[in-house]
C-alpha cells in the first residue's frame, strides 16, 4: 500500500491522533513559553472545549457524507475540475491544497463582510484570551455553514481523497497552532510568516480594533494576505498586552456557554452602540 492510499485509507485515526497531538505539543508550550499567560486554566477554556463537543457532535448527525467520502465517490468516478484531467498525483494534491487554502481564505473573508455569517462568527472573536482553546471555539452553525462549503467544494473539484485528508490535518493543526499563547522571537517569525501564518500574525487578527480585526484572514499561508491586500504587520498596541475579543460583551455572563450559543439571536446592545459609533460595535462590522 502506498502512503498516499494509507491516508486515504486512515483518515479518521489519523485526525484523532494528528489532533491530539497538534494539542498536546502547543498546549505545553504557551505554558513553557507564554506570550501573554492566557492559557493559564480558566473557565473559558471548558466553555471552548464544550463547544467542540457539540460541534463534532453536530457534523456527524447532520451531514450523511463528510469530505473524505465524499472525495472518495467524486474522485473514483473521475468527476470534478481535477478528476476531469489526468494530472500528476503530486501535482493534484498540491493543486488540491493550494485551492482549499485560497477558499478558507475567502470563506473567513466573507463571515466578516456578511452580517448575516458575521452574527455567527463573532462567538469566535468575542473571546478575551487568547489561546489554543480558542483555536476550537466555533458556533455549530458556523461550522454546519463551512462543511456545506467544503462539500460544495469537493463536489466541484474531485480531489484525490488523500488531498482532502491532508486538508483536514493541516485545517485542525493550524488553528490550533495560529491560537497559541506563544509568540517566535521577531527574526524567527519575520522569516516564518512569509511562508506561514504564525500566531503573532493571527493575534493581530483578535485584536478588538475594527481595522485589525478585519486584516490578516488567513488559516496556513501567508500569501493570500499580501496578495489580496489584508496583510498587516502589526497590532497599534503590544501584541502580549494588546486587547483581544470585542469590545462589547466582555462580561463574563455573557460569554458563559449558554450565552454564546444564544449570541447569533442577539443584537449588540444599544447604549455600547451611542457611546461609541464605530461600525465594529454594530452586527454588520461593515456597516
Excluded: C
Excluded at 505539543?25 to 473557565?43: S, Y
Excluded at 463537543?53 to 448527525?61: E, G, K, M, N
Excluded at 455567527?120 to 458556533?139: C, E, K, N, P, Q
Amino acid at each position: 500500500m502506498s502512503l498516499v492510499d494509507f491516508i486515504a485509507s486512515h483518515e479518521a485515526t489519523l485526525r484523532v491522533v494528528g489532533f491530539a497531538l497538534a494539542l498536546v505539543l502547543l498546549a505545553g508550550a504557551e505554558r513553557v513559553w507564554p506570550a501573554r499567560g492566557d492559557a493559564r486554566p480558566a473557565r473559558r477554556q471548558l466553555t471552548n472545549a464544550g463547544l467542540m463537543l457539540i460541534d463534532t457532535a453536530l457534523v456527524r448527525l447532520a451531514f450523511p457524507v463528510l469530505a473524505v467520502a465524499l472525495a472518495l465517490d467524486v474522485h473514483a468516478r473521475g468527476g470534478g475540475l481535477l478528476g476531469a484531467i489526468d494530472w500528476p498525483l503530486w501535482l493534484e494534491m498540491l493543486l488540491a491544497l493550494l485551492i482549499f487554502d485560497a477558499a478558507i481564505y475567502w470563506q473567513h473573508r466573507m463571515l466578516h463582510r456578511i452580517p448575516l455569517l458575521w452574527r455567527l462568527h463573532r462567538v469566535h472573536h468575542s473571546d478575551t484570551a487568547f489561546d489554543v482553546s480558542l483555536g476550537v471555539r466555533f458556533h455549530p452553525l458556523e461550522i454546519a455553514v463551512s462543511m456545506a462549503i467544503k462539500l460544495g467544494l469537493v463536489l466541484a473539484l474531485g480531489p484525490h481523497p488523500a488531498a482532502v485528508v491532508v486538508f483536514e490535518l493541516l485545517l485542525s493543526a493550524s488553528s490550533l497552532f495560529t491560537h497559541a499563547d506563544f509568540a517566535f522571537p521577531p527574526r524567527a517569525d519575520r522569516v516564518l510568516r512569509t511562508a506561514v501564518v504564525t500566531p503573532s500574525m493571527h493575534r493581530i487578527h483578535h485584536s478588538v480594533h475594527r481595522d485589525e480585526t478585519d486584516s490578516n484572514y488567513g488559516f496556513l499561508l501567508s500569501l493570500w494576505d499580501r496578495v489580496f491586500g489584508s496583510y498587516r504587520i502589526r497590532p497599534r498596541e503590544p501584541e502580549r498586552s494588546m486587547a483581544v475579543g470585542l469590545p462589547y460583551w466582555r462580561d463574563p455572563t455573557a460569554l458563559a456557554f449558554g450565552a454564546l450559543l444564544l449570541q447569533p439571536l442577539r443584537s449588540v446592545p444599544a447604549a455600547r452602540v451611542q457611546a461609541d459609533p464605530d461600525p465594529a460595535m454594530t452586527d454588520n462590522p461593515h456597516a
